[in-house]
């Protein structure tokens, strides 16, 4: 069974290759940086495939630290990616959106906001609760100064 590893701290400059390169020893199964779609310069980070248990201990032994192009690489098994729905942070590869999904070219899914609330039991957004409730008292002491 394959291994997948994180490896984060990654110069800008790094293509597939010269990663590649540095694991060679090792022999890992495959390399993968992930890329700024933009610029197509590497984000920081990437994933290395190895073989087996003891390959993956060995390489995070020699390559946790190492520095490459001035940069201490940081090097720890990939955690595995969560399922639509899961809470928790993931990590995301190419392609996919840091909650996990992959993005999409259309909004058929996204619910809109009301755009007129008619109803007395509609609550306030959760993110602008706090700011309506300090507006609510304002509004109140300026109408009893009144």
Do not use: H
């Not at 394959?2 to 984060?8: I, K, N, Q, W």
């Not at 110069?11 to 940086?33: C, D, G, H, M, W």
């Not at 409730?133 to 509004?139: A, P, R, S, W, Y």
């Amino acid at each position: 069974m394959s291994v997948r590893l994180y490896v984060g701290n990654l110069p800008e400059e790094l293509n597939r290759q010269e990663l590649e390169a540095v694991f060679s020893e090792i022999s890992p199964v495959s390399t993968k940086i992930i890329t700024d779609r933009k610029t197509n310069k590497c984000r920081g980070f990437g994933f290395v495939t190895v073989k087996t248990e003891e390959q993956a201990d060995e390489v995070i032994e020699k390559f946790n630290g190492f520095s490459l192009k001035e940069n201490t690489l940081k090097v720890e098994r990939a955690q595995p990616r969560k399922k639509d729905g899961e809470d928790g942070p993931t990590q995301a590869s190419e392609g996919e959106s840091a909650n996990g999904g992959k993005r999409k070219g259309n909004n058929k899914n996204r619910k809109s906001a009301p755009t007129t609330q008619n109803d007395d039991n509609v609550q306030p957004d959760p993110r602008w609760a706090q700011e309506l409730e300090k507006l609510k008292q304002l509004l109140s002491a300026q109408t009893t100064n009144s």
